[in-house]
Structure formats: structure tokens, C-alpha cells
């Protein structure tokens, strides 16, 4: 269910997104209980004050939003809403979507069928080989080639795709080079295909970012094909949120004797596809399932609960004893509470606000190191 | 159900063996029809030429088979029946086992848990290395590990395991040392492991003697680990015949680029386990269901059908009209011709003793190069 927003709704859309413990499963929780992200601003440090937080949640001034507003429109990159008709559907099929997205280059692309080819930055020269030859087959084969233009086979991947359009989804900003290396690569990809990223157009990227960076190169994918990747390296993650959004996920086997295929034969033993070539990706594809339905539109508003009074206090303190620095599942807290979901909800928001949970996609809730810290 | 040979028995079993154009499957076939081998010898040459063959079956004499046991006694080798209590039990499980096997060093080492490690004769280092460590990993814990002398992977195995006594199965008789590169490891294992062969002992191996060596490789064995093999090799025939067996089939997984990876990974694809080394082993070890009960006693011996009479010759004519060179299944022959199973069976015997069809392992029967010479 898609919408225009006028200019001050965008500003607000924006600047909800940017607010200090707003993620996207906050921001899509915050949306579904005020209705309009002006309405769940005004709630904010109410919200944030009943979830323990004694200082001022950092909400971001309509000034600084409109300057990163100016900084994307100065550089040619659009901003697409995770409500507006034009953001891509593989995201907006996710739960919840990214709330906003930076696109540098030919935003069309996102709504082709797409494959991710990602894996180890110190790949060998026979993976990235391998790598630029595959997103060349893919490329040639009408597939919209996703990666991460990192070094090594995210890099060898946008290049054998070059030709054909290829998306590279950033940590940092659109205008975030990095490595320097790929300062060309980058600059061909921005004019012939596409530079995404969740992060304002100026943002350097930090270690925090790349979470939300994967899940982007997965959820425009309808598959993932993952080339070279050592045990718990990030490239497994991005295979792991795959199959968690029902997308096809795939791995390049690779001699045992190899640390770089120690991830990908894990991920067929698993039951990843295994992936010699096109051919396999193409199958693979056929057997997709397709995007899900976008779990929502973003209306009606449930009411405020206005839990306020002791009792809400109470069942606050209840779900926040309840976290811990292992994820938890939502419904297990609502189970343990023996109070309704929405109820759980509410106190679980409040609590990410004042930084004492983080709320992951998949219904997960893990504690912070606020949370740790009293 | 074993049973004692007699001297007199047992040259008889080893001389039916040895006839022209009895494998398994008609020896199998003749034991269960005459109970006896002298009294299956006894029937030969009237089987044969109700099956078509006009000029004599060529039975070998005697002293034929006295030289051969000589041979193998010479040699320290010992001949072990299928009918025989020392008869590896996981041989003795196959529909049909081999009819003899003869073993030359420590044949108790046959009915210990047993792992083949197979592959590439022209193999990598790594790949070598590889089947090498796998092979003394196995040892160590405990297992027997099989393979087949061959050069490249086979060799290695068989070096890995050697402190642990190891069984090489070989095409030629035990005698037949090949490659001669591996004259040293062939008398090394015949001393601390085993040499077993279904040939006599000084037959040279000719390249039809390959798929009954590989048939035992994967019948002594309750896992089969194929390390490296190109598409359509014979480690891929050993590890279809170990899943026809019943055996747990493990691959090593390789590079997309690296040709000798494509059957292992060909393997996984089609379901095989993967394998990265000992733990995976011994967890498919762990799975495996155990070997199917043997199929039969050799008793007690069902009618001779007498089928000399028209009704009988019309059908062996039409069981030969419907065998082309492509297998078919005994089952469907029976079906096609309506007649009950025995008569097709004695049929099918006497058309393999004329050497117009050969009755493989499975049920499955194809024509030979006869059938189509009229």
C-alpha cells in the first residue's frame, strides 16, 4: 500500500529514521502505532522517558535533515521511502523494509530480478576469477548482479557485471568511497548502475552499519550466491538473513584444504545450493518461491495505550529483566508476560528509545550494553 | 546360513566361478537352482545350449583350478568362498556377493568396520594430501580404511592408513602388482593389511575386471569417500554402486574451476554427504542404517523346470527379443512376458551361460555383444 508523501512528510519520514535508537523494526512499530512519523516524533522523549532514558533522546533537527536532504540532491541521488511506489519491491516485501533508501545511478535497476554474488574480502585469485565470471553469465543472463564493493569478490563481481548494470549496496554513504581502490569501480557503477545505502549520502561507514548493509544486498536478491568465505565471516551473514527473508541461497564449494571455502561448504552442509555456474543460479532461481507479500501497509494506527500508570511500569520493568545479550524472541516475552502483544510491544519500543534493547528483525530482541550497565 | 566346505566342494565352487560367462548374479542363479556347484557344472553345457550357444561353454578342467589353488597357497594367499563363515559379513550382504574372494595377509582385518577412500588417478597434491590425512585419520579412529592400489588418490589412502592395516582390492589377482610404482605399498599391505581380489591370484587386470573390483571396494566398506573425480570416472561408479549397497557416500568438495572437483561436487549435489574430513565420517558412520541382512542361504534348491519343450523355447526367445543393450529390469521382463519369475530366471541364466545377456547386480539385465551379432 503505497503513498505519496508531500515534502514535509518526507522530512519527518527522514528525520524519524535518523533519530538516535530508531532501527527499522523500531521505525516500522513506531509507524504502525502513530499512524505518521510527525505524530510518533511528538511522542518521542514521552516514549523514551517511560523506557528509562533520563537524558534527551538525539533527535535530529529539520535543519540538519534538510541538509542531507540538499547533500544527496547536490550529488544526483534520489531518496526513495520504504512507502513510496518506487521503492524497490524485493525490499519492501522484507519484515520490516529499510525505512529509507539512498540511489545513485539508475534506480530502475532495483526492481529487476537480482542476484547478490558476495564473499571474502582476501579472496584468491581463482575465487575473484570465478567471481567475475559468474556475474558476467548472470549479468548476460537478464540478472541484476547485488554486491557489497568490498575487496576482493564483491569487487570482481560488480566488475564482470559492469556491462550490465550492476547495484553496489554501501556501508556509508552513496558518496562513501571505500576501499580507495575501488574509487573507478565505484564512479562506472554510479553512472551505468546503481549505488544504494541506508545511510545518509555524506556517512562514513562504521563496523555498526554493515548489519543493515547485508540485509539490503539480500533483500533486493532473490538469491545469494556466496564465492569464498572463511567460518563466521560477514559474507555468512548476509547468506543467513537470505534464507531468513526466503530468498534462494548458494555456495561455491571449494577444497577443505582451503580456509576460504571453510564457510561455503559449511553453508552446503547446511543445505545452501551448491553453485558451479550460471546454470546453477538460473535453476535456483526457477525453483524461487517469490517475494513475500509486504507484511503491511503502514494504517490504521492502534491506539496509544497510555501506559503510563503503574501497571505499564510494572510490566516495563517484567519485559526488561526478561532481556538479555543472547536475542530473545518477542513472542516468548509475550508468553512469559502473560499480557497481550501489542502491550509487549509498546514496552519493547520504549526500551529500544532509551537504548536498553535493540529490537532485530525476525521478532528478535536483544539487550544492549545499557541494559548491562546498572 | 555358512556352511564347511569339503576339498572336493570348494574346487567345485571355485571351478563354477571360474566358468565362461558366469558372473555373480548367474553363479547366484545356478547355486539356487542346483543347490550344488558340481551339480550346476553338471547342467552347464545343456543350459547353454538351450540358451543358444552352439559350440561348447568353456568350463576350465580340474587341474585348471588345482593350479589356481596352488597358486594362491604358494603365495600365502588364502581362498575364502561366499558360503564360508570367514566370508566378510559386508560382502556376504550384497544381492549377490562376489562367489570367492581370495586374501592375501590378514583377512580378519575384512570384517572391521570399514571407510573406502577413493578418487582421481591423476590427482592433485593437495587432493593427495587430502585422501592421505583423511585415511590416517580413519585409522586412528579405528576404522579400516579400502581402496583400490590405483595411482593418485587410492595410493595416498592406502599410505595414510598403512600403520593401521589397510585393504587394497584389486582388479588383477593379489599377485598382480599395478602400477608398478606401487610394488613396495602392495607388499607393505599385504604384510600389515590385506590384498583381496575376486580374480585368481596370478591374473593379470584387464579393464573389464574394474567394475566387480569396485563392487567389492564399496561392499567391504560402510561409507564410501570419493576425494577427486572428474565427471563420469570410475570413483563415481564405486559410489553409485555404494548407494545401490546401501552405504553412506561421502564427496570431497573443490573449486568450481579445478575439472577434478566436478564429479565430488556432481556427488553432493545429487545428495551425497559432504565431507571436510574425519568428523564428517564418522558422523554419516554414525547414520548408517547397517548392513542389509544376506538375501539368502544357498538352500534349498528350487525344481529344475525342465524346459526343453517348445513352450519353454519360445519363451527364452521371446525373453531375448526383449533385452536390448540398454539394462532392463528382470521385473519388467516378467512382466512383459507374463510368465512367473522362476521360468523367466532359468531363461535369463541360460541366455548369460550362452553369452547373450548379462545379468548384473540389482536385477538388472543387458544384452551383450552376441545378442546383436545375428
Redesign the interface.
Known sequence: MSRTLSDRERLAWLRLARTENVGPVTFDQLLARFGEPARALAALPDLARRGGRAAGLKVPSEGEIEAELAAGAEMGARLICACEADFPQALAALDPPPPVLWALGRPELLDRSAVAVVGARVASA??Q??ARGLAADLGQAGQVVVSGLARGIDGAAHEGALPFGTVAVLGGGVADVYPPEHRDLHARIAETGCVVSESAPRWKAQAKDFPRRNRIISGLSRAVVVVEAEARSGSLITARLAAEQGREVLA???????PR??GT?DL??QGAA????VEDVLRALDGFSGLREPPRGYSPPPPDLGDDDPAAQALRARVRALLSPTPVARDEIVRATGVGAPAVAAALVELALAGEAELLPGGWVVATEAWASD
Open positions: 581463482a575465487g576469477r570465478f561455491v564449494p571449494g577444497s577443505p584444504l582451503d571455502a571453510k561448504n552446503i552442509r551448491l553453485c558451479e555456474g
